[in-house]
């Protein structure tokens, strides 16, 4: 099992990134997979999340009308697609595989995300 994330980077406050996180291993389609992300001595927080099949979303308060979550299921791909970002967006962002009980089941390794200017 595999999920690696791209797309982050440094970022001007109110500029947007487009994370990406490919999955292999596993059958993605069946799956409900979630963005989490970390700031530096910070719990881990979750920003969002997408359903397997009817691709319901959910967002956290701090991610609500900025970030977008997506899915392609014939490119085993879930992006994240943040908007107006803001320094306190500043973490590291990691998609996780949700098992029973909307815990993450398989993680992948992070991608940095740094919004200063």
């Known amino acids: 099992v595999q999920l690696v994330e791209s797309g982050g980077g440094l970022v001007q406050p109110g500029g947007s990134l487009r994370l990406s996180c490919a999955a292999s291993?596993?059958?993605?389609?069946?799956?409900?997979m979630s963005w989490y992300r970390q700031a530096p001595g910070k719990e881990r927080e979750w920003v969002a999340r997408?359903?397997?099949?009817?691709?319901?979303?959910y967002y956290a308060d701090s991610a609500k009308g900025r970030f977008t979550i997506s899915r392609d299921n014939a490119k085993n791909t879930v992006y994240l697609q943040m908007n107006s970002l803001k320094p306190e967006d500043t973490a590291v962002y990691s998609c996780?595989?949700?098992?029973?009980?909307?815990?993450?089941?398989?993680w992948g390794q992070g991608t940095q995300v740094n919004v200063s200017s």
């Open positions: 996780a595989a949700m098992g029973a009980g909307w815990a993450p089941r398989y």
């Open positions: 997408i359903r397997s099949e009817r691709g319901n979303v």
């Open positions: 291993g596993f059958t993605f389609s069946t799956y409900a």
